[in-house]
């Protein structure tokens, strides 16, 4: 039986621009996050979503595809990522918009609500674990210009906070609240 690469290379892929690295670099680490988060988020479209909240989650994903795209190019990628200012403004605009739909919280908010909701707070959990691996390649790498994408997950994982809260306020789910009051214990 023949296969198009042997097994001693398997744990090697291509980046974009053409250089080998193992699949287990911090690089891969990030790129494949961005990815999961994406996919999370698309379990998120296939739930049944108000139209506004599904058009910025839509939104969100064609911004991860460019932010996996820019990271795709490691060491190498242009001096002027794609992912920049005028995506910080949408971000900020989106979470100023949501923001202003939503009442003010003064407890945490315990994980819970629609099926919907769940899963848009899951992909919430996974943006932040992208930052995390984005702050590790920028740490190991020494590059400033990775900043703006740091800044984008920083802030989306915020609007992914917002979006959760949306759905289950959509759907006049009661949200749950941490602590609870000592009436209710």
């Not at 064609?62 to 820019?70: E, I, K, Q």
């Not at 740490?139 to 997950?153: K, S």
Request: aromatic fraction near 6%.
């Amino acid at each position: 039986m023949s296969h198009r690469n042997s097994y001693s290379d398997v744990s090697i892929t291509r980046l974009a621009d053409g250089s080998s690295v193992s699949k287990d670099c911090e690089l891969l680490e990030a790129c494949g996050t961005i990815d999961e988060l994406n996919a999370v988020l698309g379990l998120a479209c296939a739930q049944p979503l108000p139209a506004e909240i599904a058009e910025t989650i839509t939104q969100i994903q064609n911004d991860l595809f460019v932010a996996g795209a820019d990271l795709a190019f490691g060491a190498n990628a242009p001096g002027n990522l794609q992912i920049g200012p005028a995506h910080l403004d949408k971000l900020e605009a989106a979470v100023a918009r949501w923001s202003q739909q939503l009442p003010p919280l003064k407890k945490f908010v315990l994980p819970a609500g629609t099926p919907a909701a769940a899963v848009i707070n899951l992909a919430r959990t996974v943006c932040r674990r992208a930052e995390r691996r984005v702050v590790t390649v920028v740490r190991n790498a020494a590059q400033g210009r990775w900043q703006p994408l740091l800044a984008y997950l920083n802030r989306l994982s915020y609007l992914l906070f917002l979006l959760y809260r949306a759905t289950n306020f959509a759907a006049a789910q009661q949200e749950r609240l941490w602590p609870q009051s000592d009436q209710s214990r």
